[in-house]
């Protein structure tokens, strides 16, 4: 998969991994999230979004769990350095992530496969709309339906570098 | 209404979300309606996916984690998710059923023809078929020969 340098204008190959305790991101770097404590969460899933070409370089964090059978996207959190329009470093890191989000839905072996579930802050709902296909369930929670998630997977993580 | 935004200002994407409340039950039962109102086309479609991923991660595993699945795993998988019976896709593709059989069983491997034609059906990358077939062979060899394959040594060559 590829994310986009914003510096350079060059696609840059990125990779998902499941993350250890060790390499998570911290807050005196200006994550949010104290993500060493998250990912000793049981029966979830933390992984790290980095660069291939240099592991500690970490671009976002995804948090998974499942409940009764269904996929929870339960927290995101892109690195300080990729937030905002004008100063982002890298794009598509939240596509990647999310995108990775659908991919691991389809795992699943219940009647939930391919869909994806998650709690969107209230700011951030028509965006999740308009990106990536998200529908409204119930108040902030949020879905992407399997045929929304194959487009998503098909973007972010089968994109070819041009 | 949510205020329309372009781009988040805060790194923090989602909220998480409390299991043990209210909504939860909702948002099962919309997505139950959800997936109750699929069409079987679709429904095909996600099985087609789900398969191919299966497939596609099992080609990036680690060799010290690999447990060998066999092609004819995979295509058993696939006759069992999409409900079709193992003579049928024989005839379909034009093999015999015992020469289908030894395909199930490993004793026949995949060739480039076939993995087109699997590809096609199944709606994958044909190269899939081959990739997992030489990986099987490769981590076969080097289980069963791996100690074998280290008395040959380039200085030996040399010297010799």
């Not at chain 1, 596509?95 to 496969?113: H, N, P, Q």
């Not at chain 2, 079709?84 to 199930?104: H, V, W």
Request: glycine fraction near 4%.
């Amino acid at each position: 998969m590829y994310i986009f340098d914003k510096q350079t204008n060059r696609l840059i190959e990125a990779e998902i991994v499941l993350g250890t305790s060790k390499e998570m991101p911290v807050k005196k770097n200006g994550w949010n999230f104290t993500w060493r404590t998250i990912i000793k969460r049981k029966e979830t899933e933390t992984y790290i979004l980095r660069l291939k070409s240099n592991i500690t370089s970490i671009q976002g964090v995804l948090h998974l769990k499942k409940l009764e059978g269904m996929l929870i996207m339960d927290l995101v959190e892109i690195a300080p350095h990729n937030i905002g329009q004008k100063n982002k470093r890298y794009d598509y890191v939240a596509g990647c992530l999310i995108a990775f989000a659908c991919r691991e839905s389809f795992k699943l072996e219940s009647s939930y496969k391919g869909f994806v579930t998650f709690e969107s802050k209230t700011c951030l709902i028509n965006w999740y709309k308009e990106n990536y296909f998200a529908q409204i369930a119930t108040g902030q929670k949020i879905f992407i339906e399997p045929i929304d998630g194959e487009k998503l997977i098909n973007t972010f993580l089968k994109r070819n570098k041009k | 209404m949510a205020k329309k935004i372009k781009e988040p200002q805060d790194g923090v994407l989602t909220t998480s979300m409390d299991i043990k409340s209210k909504e939860i039950k909702e948002l099962q039962l919309i997505i139950k309606n959800k997936v109750d109102s699929l069409e079987d086309k679709q429904k095909l479609s996600i099985e087609l996916l789900a398969l191919q991923i299966k497939m596609e991660d099992y080609l990036d595993l680690n060799e010290e984690n690999t447990e060998i699945i066999t092609i004819g795993d995979f295509l058993r998988l696939y006759l069992e998710r999409l409900k079709i019976k193992q003579n049928k896709l024989a005839q379909y593709i034009g093999l015999k059923p015992s020469n289908f059989s030894k395909l199930l069983s490993g004793s026949r491997k995949v060739n480039f023809e076939l993995s087109f034609i699997l590809g096609r059906i199944f709606n994958l990358d044909p190269k899939i078929w081959m990739l997992i077939q030489v990986k099987n062979e490769y981590l076969s060899l080097k289980k069963e020969k791996g100690k074998y394959f280290r008395n040959y040594k380039l200085e030996d060559l040399i010297n010799g």
